[in-house]
């Protein structure tokens, strides 16, 4: 099932399918290591609802909304 990182819950797990965007935005979440394949965790999410707090690669990563809503998920069942 393909899913928006963005709208993940708190402790769902996936695998990166795509990332979206153009330009800045794209760019950076590749250097922060959102790439195809890459493997998630929803860790934290603050209490109205951003940022987001993320496992990837072994490291914690903090993401706006805005941007989680740029990465496609397929969500581990």
Do not use: H, W
Not at 23 to 45: E, S, Y
């Amino acid at each position: 099932m393909e899913k928006l990182l963005s709208e993940f819950k708190i402790g769902e797990k996936g695998s990166v399918k795509s990332v979206a965007g153009d330009g800045p935005i794209r760019r950076r979440l590749f250097d922060m290591g959102v790439t195809p394949g890459a493997k998630i965790v929803l860790k934290k999410c603050a209490p109205l609802g951003d940022p987001l707090e993320v496992n990837l690669r072994g490291y914690e990563l903090t993401l706006r909304k805005a941007e989680a809503s740029f990465v496609t998920m397929e969500v581990e069942r």
